[in-house]
Nanobody, 130 residues
């Protein structure tokens, strides 16, 4: 099964930084938008960032200015640099592919709509503690 492999999560103190990776396992990075999602315990899955095939980025308002998405097509990997982390950022982080990037990040992605995205991985857990 073709899927992304997310990594880079772990424990971090408030105000700290973390860099997540999303690697295409056994296939080339799709020439499409790649979206980062996160899901905190007891909450829905929310999109927080998207990077287009040409590297244009879009962000949810509460991560803009703190998080930076990038992609290295030669390494088949997308990254999410997260700075100034706070406890509200603690979640399991996922990446998935869709044709175009969304530019408005509102609400949660309903489970019935997960199929609109491809190559879901198992996620990587980010824990922010003090």
């Amino acid at each position: 099964q073709l899927q992304f492999v997310e990594s880079g999560g772990g424990l971090v103190q408030p105000g700290g930084s973390q860099r997540l990776s999303c690697a295409a396992s056994g296939f080339a990075l799709p020439n499409s938008g790649i979206t980062w999602f996160r899901q905190a315990p007891g909450k829905g899955r929310e999109a927080i960032s998207c990077i287009t095939a040409d590297g244009t980025t879009h962000y949810k308002h509460d991560v803009e200015g703190r998080f930076t998405a990038s992609r290295d097509n030669a390494k088949n990997t997308v990254y999410l640099q997260m700075n100034s982390l706070n406890p509200e950022d603690a979640a399991n982080y996922f990446c998935a592919a869709a044709g175009a990037c969304q530019v408005h990040f509102i609400g949660f992605l309903l489970p019935g709509r997960f199929v609109e995205y491809d190559y879901w991985g198992l996620g990587t857990q980010v824990t922010v503690y003090s």
